[in-house]
């Protein structure tokens, strides 16, 4: 039997995606890291979701003061 390994990801299946931006609403992730996610090294994911709570508070700041 071969064993898949588990990738963490930060994923919160609410896929919806900022087209200016190319952000997902939902994790934070952009477009061209989603699509390489699984490819990415452990090291590589986790700068990535280290970054995504600060990225995602800017995000919805920014819509704020637009809105």
Do not use: H, N, Y
């Amino acid at each position: 039997m071969i064993e898949t390994p588990i990738i963490e990801t930060p994923c919160v299946k609410i896929c919806t995606l900022d087209a200016g931006r190319r952000l997902c609403l939902g994790c934070g992730r952009t477009v061209e890291e989603i699509a390489q996610w699984s490819v990415l090294s452990t090291a590589q994911r986790r700068r990535i979701m280290e970054a995504l709570a600060e990225r995602l508070a800017t995000f919805k700041t920014s819509q704020k003061r637009a809105g």
